[in-house]
């Protein structure tokens, strides 16, 4: 059974900073892509960061420069440091595997967890 389960959000200042994890399980983690997401209030869900493997990173725009994925394969988990924390960084921040078309390759997702910047 596929399962994610993300934590490490909270509520923290504007220029703050904050490491997101995700615990993935149920699937061949060490060869996949993993995506972290996000979704604001009334919002779609995001593209935020990608990693693969052997170095392979990719960001949003909007985050470049201030997010850094990572991924530790010996405990399936992939990581999201953010640092310089906006406002419009708000949102429930999601992971998922990747699809070869570059699509969430699973239709179940975790929980999420909250990340609210206050200004």
């Known amino acids: 059974q596929v399962q994610f389960v993300e934590s490490g959000g909270g509520l923290v200042q504007a220029g703050g900073s904050l490491r997101l994890s995700c615990a993935a399980s149920?699937?061949?983690?060490?060869?996949?892509?993993m995506d972290w997401y996000r979704q604001a209030p009334g919002k779609q869900r995001d593209l935020v960061a990608r990693i693969g493997n052997g170095g392979y990173t990719n960001y949003a725009d909007s985050v470049k420069g201030r997010f850094t994925i990572s991924r530790d394969n010996a405990k399936n988990t992939v990581y999201l440091q953010m640092n310089s924390l906006k406002p419009e960084d708000t949102a429930v921040y999601y992971c998922?595997?990747?699809?070869?078309?570059?699509?969430?390759?699973?239709?179940?997702w975790g929980q999420g967890t909250q990340v609210t910047v206050s200004s």
């Open positions: 998922n595997a990747v699809r070869g078309t570059g699509e969430p390759l699973y239709d179940s």
């Open positions: 149920g699937i061949t983690f060490s060869i996949l892509y």
